[in-house]
T-cell receptor, first 115, second 109 residues
Framework: DVKVTQSSRYLVKRTGEKVFLECVQD?????MFWYRQDPGLGLRLIYF???????EKGDIPEGYSVSREKKERFSLILESASTNQTSMYLC??????????????FGAGSRLTVL | GQNIDQPTEMTATEGAIVQINCTYQ??????LFWYQQHAGEAPTFLSY??LDGLEEKGRFSSFLSRSKGYSYLLLKELQMKDSASYLC??????????WGAGTKLIIKP
């Protein structure tokens, strides 16, 4: 019954490494999102996408990039990981909802530690 | 700036009722969401309010007052499995979600 799958639950990387976080959804949703979740803070939006090959910056895009080559897949890339990117990364998707709710379905998260 | 306030942590007893408050100051309002997140798991959708009033879903209810910038989530007949964080989020005038930091609810037997 898994609907949003994040490829890695736990990753440990070194400063300066390139990191790929993969997210796949099987609900044919148009919208996909990457958030980071840190203690004491609300979810912060990194990037989002409303369609294939389309991407929009969220509130904290610096140090990140994304790729959406297929509708079901949305990848988050850290070009050169830094210690302040140690966090929980959550992927989510939603459909275009006539009622305007656009309920998010989240993946289980990827906990990244950068040493 | 935009702001969502929720208590950091609450404790309640199994079988009791608890109310988790959320106040918001945002540029515009296009709906308020509550999500539940168990430790180490994905947030899951609980409720959506766009009009004033109470929405009831089984043991969970959510209330909204747009004039007061206020919502609450009411959990009745608490069970141990209700121990989780509860996230409040508001959709602003640009239809972007602004998230609160979450309320960790601890249920004691």
């Amino acid at each position: 019954d898994v609907k949003v799958t994040q490829s890695s639950r736990y990753l440990v990387k070194r400063t300066g490494e390139k990191v790929f976080l993969e997210c796949v959804q099987d609900m044919d949703h148009e919208n996909m999102f990457w958030y980071r979740q840190d203690p004491g803070l609300g979810l912060r939006l990194i990037y989002f996408s409303y369609d294939v090959k389309m991407k929009e910056k969220g509130d904290i895009p610096e140090g990140y990039s994304v790729s959406r080559e297929k509708k079901e897949r949305f990848s988050l890339i850290l070009e050169s990981a830094s210690t302040n990117q140690t966090s929980m990364y959550l992927c989510a998707s939603s459909s275009m909802d006539r009622a305007g709710a656009n309920v998010l379905t989240f993946g289980a998260g990827s906990r990244l530690t950068v040493l | 700036g935009q702001n969502i306030d929720q208590p950091t942590e609450m404790t309640a007893t199994e079988g009791a009722i608890v109310q988790i408050n959320c106040t918001y100051q945002t540029s515009g309002f296009n709906g308020l969401f509550w999500y539940q997140q168990h430790a180490g798991e994905a947030p899951t959708f609980l409720s959506y309010n766009v009009l004033d009033g109470l929405e009831e879903k089984g043991r969970f209810s959510s209330f909204l007052s747009r004039s007061k910038g206020y919502s609450y989530l009411l959990l009745k007949e608490l069970q141990m499995k209700d121990s989780a964080s509860y996230l409040c989020a508001v959709k602003d005038s640009n239809y972007q979600l602004i998230w609160g930091a979450g309320t960790k609810l601890i249920i004691k037997p």
